[in-house]
T-cell receptor, first 116, second 115 residues
Framework: AQSVTQLGSHVSVSEGALVLLRCNYS??????LFWYVQYPNQGLQLLLK??????LVKGINGFEAEFKKSETSFHLTKPSAHMRDAAEYFC??????????????FGTGTRLTIIP | DTGVSQDPRHKITKRGQNVTFRCDPI?????LYWYRQTLGQGPEFLTY????????KSRLLSDRFSAERPKGSFSTLEIQRTEQGDSAMYLC?????????????FGSGTRLTVV
């Protein structure tokens, strides 16, 4: 069974500061890993994904994440926070064993607040 | 490509009533997924279709829940005899062949409130 753990249900950073949202995964097979963002009363938008190519993955809106197998982590970072980054962020895992296993298992989310 | 469309956006219903939600996926996407998101939680997988075939159902999908995807296009999710615990955001997503593991496209969701 796969799972992800997001450390910190709420994170606050000042505008212009570094954003770091933590995600650790557990998977019996090499995983696919994703970060999604959700704005209030909206669906989820894919920020970035790790699918076994480069371990440092760049996504939209200046976000990036690094896959570290030794630490079973996939933390999300952004060098300089903007007010528009305030949202809920979800880490998710999917295994790559093939058809029928494409469902995502999500973490409980991290609410990011940006302090002006 | 108009994205994944869900209708209605909001639904308030009395306990015991039946409700039906609709999802229109991106037209060329053959896979369609339903997730449920309760307050303060991440989305949880309910079921998924490849074309018109329902290939997997979560144990979360009790016998009061039924999903269909006639003709492999839009999908409906029906909840019979709603309970207060059914209050949640119901999210639909779609993906094209082989894309599933590369990230879906989600709709904006239907927020259900059972009173």
């Amino acid at each position: 069974a796969q799972s992800v753990t997001q450390l910190g249900s709420h994170v606050s950073v000042s505008e212009g500061a570094l954003v770091l949202l933590r995600c650790n995964y557990s998977s019996s097979v090499p995983p696919y890993l994703f970060w999604y963002v959700q704005y209030p009363n909206q669906g989820l938008q894919l920020l970035l994904k790790y699918t076994s190519a480069a371990t440092l993955v760049k996504g939209i809106n200046g976000f990036e994440a690094e896959f570290k197998k030794s630490e079973t982590s996939f933390h999300l970072t952004k060098p300089s926070a903007h007010m528009r980054d305030a949202a809920e962020y979800f880490c998710a895992v999917s295994d790559r064993s093939g058809i029928g296993n494409e469902k995502l298992t999500f973490g409980t989310g991290t609410r990011l607040t940006i302090i002006p | 490509d108009t994205g994944v469309s869900q209708d209605p956006r909001h639904k308030i219903t009395k306990r015991g009533q039946n409700v039906t939600f609709r999802c229109d996926p991106i037209s060329e996407h053959n896979r369609l997924y339903w997730y449920r998101q309760t307050l303060g939680q991440g989305p949880e997988f309910l079921t998924y279709f490849q074309n018109e075939a329902q290939l997997e159902k979560s144990r979360l999908l009790s016998d009061r829940f039924s999903a269909e995807r006639p003709k492999g296009s839009f999908s409906t999710l029906e909840i019979q005899r709603t309970e207060q615990g059914d209050s949640a955001m119901y999210l639909c997503a779609s993906s094209s062949p082989g894309q599933g593991n590369y990230g879906y496209t989600f709709g904006s969701g239907t927020r259900l409130t059972v009173v």
